[in-house]
């Protein structure tokens, strides 16, 4: 095939491709033009629907507004005659206020004119009475001749006269009413204390028996040339009887504490079977050890059957001690827990604070446990005891008052001192020649105790007979001749006793050492 030949075909495909492109296009064209006319037909007729529509919303908004503002005028209207209407009402009700307080003013005015009227009217009387009242008087100075001031102060002086007269014949008979239904009351109240308080009496003796499970525990106690008693006498300040009594020794002594000790170590060596010096020295101080812890149990025995409670242990302890001391032959604790009971009863009686009075009447003789060692009066001691360990200023003052020494404060200070009295006055409580022999005894140990040199000192047989131990250091066996001497010279100046009375003056060396 020729090129033209080919040029051709291709020449006709182009021509005929330019054709079919030219002829799509026109058809597109149409098309399109036919699509647009639609849409703007369309948009016309969309356009005119929505201008009718709208001038139809628009009318009926009119009206709906037009509505509205109908009944909002309406509205107001209502309201406004409503408003119009309530103060015409309030309008009408101020006038008849108004009306009404104007009448009221009126009435006050009126009244006040009248009231004005009769104060005149009263004040005129008034001067008028006065004026009448001051003629009176002047006619009764005239009459009577004293002056207005004169006859006030007679007058006055008359009364006063007349009432004290009254008042003091009242007083007088109130009192003696009151001393009748006191002494009454105070004898029922002393005789109902005294009874539902009964308590045995014993009277202290200055000696103790100690049984002996044979008689030949005597040999045995008073040793080869009898170092055994002359020890146990020598430690303990008692004197030692041994005679014919079977089967017991007798143990003597002023002081019942030694008396005690002395006893207890003798019944511990009698127990122990082994008794030489030694021995007996240990037993000593187990004994004075056991009457320590005694003195505290009866201390807080006392405590207990009195309801005294929360007592410093310190007082405890000085309280247990009245067990061994006596006055006037009578147990000191035994007459404190008495005077504390008697005294309870009575503040029961009185309504007085029972428990203050309880503890006051238990602490009351707690000056006579140290008397024998401090100087002072048991009162005064016993009231620095108290202070000391911080009691109650009541009790104080009932411990310094209950023998007068002091002015009682409180009523149970004077309870105090009836209670003593009371228990003191018990027969058979005291003897007094026990007291004074007790005394007689303890002046004879202190003068002897007050030389220099003197260890310790005892009184036995009955005060016949003085033992003085001294410190071999300080006497020599020389001197030991001019102390026994010169102490027997002040005994018969300063003292007085019946009989005599040997000076026994011993100076002993001990030397002590221990194998290890």
């Known amino acids: 095939m020729e090129w033209y030949t080919i040029l051709a075909i291709v020449l006709g495909v182009l021509i005929g491709i330019a054709a079919g492109f030219a002829g799509g296009f026109l058809y597109r064209k149409k098309v399109a033009e036919r699509e647009i006319g639609s849409a703007e037909a369309e948009a016309t007729r969309l356009i005119n629907e929505a201008i009718r529509n709208g001038e139809n919303r628009k009318k009926e908004m009119l009206l709906e507004a037009k509505d509205e503002i109908h009944k909002s005028r309406t509205e107001n209207d209502r309201e406004v005659k409503e408003r119009r209407a309530e103060l015409t009402k309030q309008e009408r009700r101020l006038e008849q206020k108004e009306t009404t307080l104007d009448k009221k003013t009126e009435a006050f005015e009126r009244k006040e004119e009248e009231l004005n009227k009769r104060l005149t009217n009263a004040a005129q009387t008034q001067a008028e009475a006065e004026k009448i009242r001051q003629q009176q008087l002047e006619t009764l100075e005239q009459l009577s001749g004293l002056t207005q001031e004169q006859a006030k102060q007679y007058l006055l002086d008359s009364i006063e006269s007349d009432v004290r007269h009254d008042a003091a014949m009242k007083i007088k008979e109130i009192e003696q009413q009151l001393k009748d239904e006191a002494e009454e009351k105070g004898r029922e109240i002393i005789a109902t204390a005294i009874q539902r308080c009964a308590a045995d009496h014993a009277a202290e003796t200055t000696v103790s028996v100690v049984p002996l499970p044979n008689d030949e525990m005597k040999g045995r106690i008073i040793g080869r040339e009898g170092r055994n008693i002359r020890t ?285």
């Open 232 to 516: 146990l006498e020598t430690i303990t300040g008692v004197d030692l009887i041994i005679d014919d009594t079977p089967e017991a020794i007798t143990v003597s002594s002023f002081d019942p504490v030694r008396r005690e000790v002395a006893r207890l170590a003798l019944e511990k060596l009698i127990v122990d079977g082994r008794i030489h010096p030694t021995r007996i020295e240990d037993m000593v101080e187990k004994a004075r050890k056991e009457v320590d812890r005694t003195i505290r149990e009866e201390g807080e025995r006392a405590c207990y059957e009195t309801g005294v409670h929360n007592l410093n242990p310190e007082l405890i302890k000085i309280l247990g001690r009245q067990k061994y001391r006596t006055s006037y032959g009578q147990n000191v604790l035994n007459h404190s827990i008495e005077v504390a009971h008697i005294a309870g009863l009575m503040a029961a009686e009185l309504g007085v604070d029972v428990a203050m009075a309880k503890r006051a009447g238990l602490l009351h003789d707690l000056g006579k446990a140290i008397d024998h060692e401090v100087e002072g009066s048991h009162v005064q001691l016993g009231a620095d005891l108290a202070r000391k360990y911080k009691e109650n200023p009541v009790i104080v003052n009932a411990i310094e008052a209950h023998h007068g020494d002091v002015e009682p404060k409180t009523v149970i200070a004077v309870l105090i001192q009836a209670a003593d009295a009371i228990s003191a006055a018990r027969p058979g409580a005291r003897r007094e020649n026990v007291e004074n022999y007790i005394r007689r005894l303890q002046k004879l140990e202190e003068l002897t105790n007050s030389y220099p040199g003197v260890e310790k000192s005892y009184a036995i047989q009955a005060g016949r007979e003085v033992r003085i131990m001294v410190k071999p250091e300080v006497v020599s066996e020389d001197n030991m001749i001019l102390l026994a001497r010169d102490i027997a010279k002040k005994i018969e100046a300063e003292l007085e006793y019946p009989g005599q009375i040997k000076v026994n003056v011993i100076r002993e060396t001990k030397a002590v050492e221990f194998a290890k």
